[in-house]
């Protein structure tokens, strides 16, 4: 068992006080904490909640981009035994309200946030409010005025491994978003296990900017560095990304496919693909171009390279390795405190696969669903236990939704989600996410969205990245010639009938994209239920017409 989380955070107190831990750019200067400085001001802060009476058990909401201040607010709740209710940054205030109305939030810490304007409207009226010390940020208290307040002499509340940790919400694919409830157990479990089955090594530097509401940016990088001993990097900024990056020059690094996708979009715009491909065939031009590329990127001292959150293609990941970055896909879920499957450092990804089973992870499948049985299991939905009955089988295996495979290597494959198969007219059942995989191996392809449910045959619906500088013509002839690609690799009731261009961008706040950007196909064939109605010919470009060839329209 590994040693309790709180007593893992005052390990690192006693054993490293002067090892660096957070570095936050602020107004384009980088501040620092020290492990002795974090846990000083955390305790303060705890101590200012005790003030505004906050008691064991309460619980207290915290809705910010990532920051250094996120962590610290974090291991204050964790050494007062204060139940920490993560928002994802980019929640409208329908959901924050929601969330803090069915958690019973008794505070809402606020940070950094991309439209507060609109999104505090969520919070009720009366909630207590703690405005973290960011432009933008705003709360009946401030943060620097109540941590100067207090002498950092705050006692740790013991907490028992079965107590309630944090209640970490779902990202709402599939609904409205279910409180997971994970004990302090489990988040120790997780920062333990995931730092050795990777490899962490002491000093090792990571660049956090996925959000720390989500499940795996929670497990991999802020309960990892208790035990892992890493320092964490921010961004300050959309604007300054690039910037924080390069600056910080991680040595694990982990991203979504999109971000993944986007990254290759900003190589190709400096090196062309047929370019690209002439000088990786040259030895040593090729070994300068990859250094090249991953020091623009601020990717030159990376060792460990993941992807997760949703699927990702394997031309993708197979590009990426052409570049000297292997990318290994991950899996896990919010229900499993991200826990499942990875490899660690040194191992070699096998592509179109989510590695293997984790140390301690017990994987099986049943009835083509991935079942997964893990000591970081949650204890089940708040306030909902009939739901959390119900995901679980009588062995106590969690009922993923997820279809899948195992190899006789234990590498495990996953072909979508249980209820995602759609069935056509032709009565045959087809599952979209490989198909959707095998359309974004054309560079143009963003994202693509495969519906198909009572019609003859499936349609796909997809997202371009930019195409500046190509023409309308020749952005159709290459997406004809990756649909008959497609369809010559698939059964006869899964080829697709057209390729419908979507001008609308999908986005997190025009909800269709989740908060880790994962596509939301409901409510993506609903938006344009009419447009697949008038769509005819090979490749239908919204507001442009169809073409069956290569003309323009």
Same mark, same amino acid.
């Given at each position: 068992?590994?040693?309790?989380?709180?007593?893992?955070?005052?390990?690192?107190?006693?054993? =490293?006080?002067?090892?660096?831990?957070?570095?936050?750019?602020?107004?384009?200067? *980088?501040?620092?904490?020290? *492990?002795? /400085?974090?846990?000083?001001?955390?305790?303060?802060?705890?101590?200012?909640?005790?003030?505004?009476?906050?008691?064991?058990?309460?619980?207290?909401?915290? &809705?910010?981009?990532?920051?250094?201040?996120?962590?610290?607010?974090?291991?204050?709740?964790?050494?007062?035994?204060?139940?920490?209710?993560?928002?994802?940054?980019?929640?409208?205030?329908? =959901?924050?309200?929601?969330?803090?109305?069915?958690?019973?939030?008794?505070?809402?810490?606020?940070?950094?946030?991309?439209?507060?304007?609109?999104?505090?409207?969520?919070?009720?009226?009366?909630?207590?409010?703690?405005?973290?010390?960011?432009?933008?940020?705003?709360g009946n208290y401030d943060w620097e005025d109540l941590i100067a307040e207090g002498d950092g002499q705050f006692p740790t509340r013991r907490a028992g491994?079965?107590?309630?940790?944090?209640?970490?919400?779902?990202?709402?694919?599939?609904?409205?978003?279910?409180?997971?409830?994970?004990?302090?157990?489990?988040?120790?479990?997780?920062?333990?296990?995931?730092?050795?089955?990777?490899?962490?090594?002491?000093?090792?530097? &990571?660049?956090?900017?996925?959000?720390?509401?989500?499940?795996?940016?929670?497990?991999?990088?802020?309960?990892?560095?208790?035990?892992?001993?890493?320092?964490?990097?921010?961004?300050?900024?959309?604007?300054?990304?690039?910037?924080?990056?390069?600056?910080?020059?991680?040595?694990?690094?982990?991203?979504?496919?999109?971000? *993944?996708?986007?990254?290759?979009?900003?190589?190709?715009?400096?090196?062309?693909?047929?370019?690209?491909?002439?000088?990786?065939?040259?030895?040593?031009?090729?070994?300068?171009?990859?250094?090249?590329?991953?020091?623009?990127?601020?990717?030159?001292?990376?060792?460990?390279?993941?992807?997760?959150?949703?699927?990702?293609?394997?031309?993708?990941?197979?590009?990426?390795?052409?570049?000297?970055?292997?990318?290994?896909?991950?899996?896990?879920?919010?229900?499993?405190?991200?826990?499942?499957?990875?490899?660690?450092?040194?191992?070699?990804?096998?592509?179109?696969?989510?590695?293997?089973?984790?140390?301690?992870?017990?994987?099986?499948?049943?009835?083509?669903?991935?079942?997964?049985?893990?000591?970081?299991?949650?204890?089940?939905?708040?306030?909902?236990?009939?739901?959390?009955?119900?995901?679980? /089988?009588?062995?106590?295996?969690?009922?993923?939704?997820?279809?899948?495979?195992?190899?006789?290597?234990?590498?495990?494959?996953?072909?979508?989600?249980?209820?995602?198969?759609?069935?056509?007219?032709?009565?045959?059942?087809?599952?979209?996410?490989?198909?959707?995989?095998?359309?974004?191996?054309?560079?143009?392809?963003?994202?693509?969205?495969?519906?198909?449910?009572?019609?003859?045959?499936?349609?796909?619906?997809?997202?371009?990245?930019?195409?500046?500088?190509?023409?309308?013509?020749?952005?159709?002839?290459?997406?004809?010639?990756?649909?008959?690609?497609?369809?010559?690799?698939?059964?006869?009731?899964?080829?697709?009938?057209?390729?419908?261009?979507?001008?609308?961008?999908?986005?997190?706040?025009?909800?269709?994209?989740?908060? =880790?950007?994962?596509?939301?196909?409901?409510?993506?064939?609903?938006?344009?239920?009419?447009?697949?109605?008038?769509?005819?010919?090979?490749?239908?470009?919204q507001g442009r017409g169809r073409t069956g060839d290569d003309s323009d329209g």
């Open positions: 068992m590994p040693r309790p989380i709180q007593e893992q955070i005052e390990h690192r107190v006693a054993e =490293t006080p002067d090892q660096p831990y957070l570095f936050q750019p602020i107004d384009r200067t *980088w501040w620092q904490w020290t *492990w002795a /400085d974090a846990v000083d001001e955390a305790r303060r802060f705890a101590q200012a909640l005790d003030r505004l009476g906050i008691e064991p058990g309460d619980r207290v909401a915290l &809705i910010s981009k990532n920051c250094a201040h996120w962590v610290l607010a974090d291991i204050a709740m964790l050494l007062s035994k204060i139940v920490s209710v993560p928002i994802y940054p980019t929640a409208n205030a329908g =959901t924050i309200e929601k969330v803090l109305r069915h958690s019973g939030a008794k505070a809402c810490i606020v940070g950094k946030l991309e439209d507060a304007e609109r999104q505090l409207d969520g919070i009720p009226e009366g909630m207590t409010t703690i405005a973290l010390p960011y432009p933008g940020a705003r491994e079965d107590e309630v940790a944090t209640l970490l919400y779902t990202s709402g694919s599939t609904g409205d978003p279910k409180g997971a409830i994970h004990t302090y157990s489990s988040f120790a479990f997780v920062g333990a296990s995931l730092s050795g089955a990777i490899g962490v090594r002491a000093g090792d530097r &990571i660049f956090s900017y996925l959000p720390l509401a989500h499940c795996t940016e929670r497990a991999y990088v802020e309960a990892g560095s208790f035990y892992g001993l890493t320092s964490l990097y921010f961004a300050e900024s959309l604007d300054t990304f690039m910037d924080d990056l390069q600056h910080a020059r991680p040595t694990l690094f982990g991203s979504v496919p999109r971000l *993944w996708k986007k990254f290759q979009l900003g190589v190709l715009e400096s090196v062309p693909q047929k370019r690209l491909d002439t000088l990786l065939r040259i030895p040593v031009i090729a070994w300068l171009i990859r250094r090249k590329i991953k020091r623009k990127l601020g990717l030159d001292e990376a060792t460990w390279f993941a992807s997760g959150a949703a699927p990702i293609a394997p031309a993708l990941l197979e590009w990426w390795s052409r570049l000297g970055v292997p990318i290994s896909e991950g899996w896990g879920m919010t229900e499993t405190f991200a826990y499942g499957t990875q490899i660690g450092r040194g191992e070699k990804p096998k592509f179109g696969t989510i590695s293997r089973a984790l140390p301690e992870a017990e994987i099986r499948i049943v009835d083509e669903e991935l079942r997964i049985r893990c000591p970081s299991l949650m204890k089940g939905y708040y306030k909902q236990p009939e739901l959390g009955e119900e995901t679980f /089988d009588d062995e106590g295996f969690l009922k993923t939704g997820d279809r899948a495979s195992i190899d006789e290597d234990g590498w495990v494959t996953i072909t979508g989600r249980v209820k995602e198969l759609f069935k056509t007219t032709k009565g045959k059942y087809v599952a979209p996410v490989p198909i959707e995989s095998r359309l974004a191996k054309n560079a143009m392809v963003e994202q693509a969205c495969v519906i198909g449910e009572g019609m003859d045959q499936p349609i796909a619906l997809v997202q371009l990245a930019d195409t500046e500088g190509s023409s309308m013509r020749e952005v159709r002839r290459r997406l004809k010639e990756t649909l008959d690609s497609v369809n010559e690799e698939l059964e006869s009731h899964e080829r697709l009938a057209r390729v419908i261009v979507v001008r609308e961008e999908w986005t997190i706040e025009n909800g269709l994209l989740t908060p =880790t950007m994962k596509i939301k196909r409901p409510e993506i064939e609903s938006r344009y239920r009419d447009l697949v109605e008038e769509s005819d010919g090979k490749v239908y470009v």
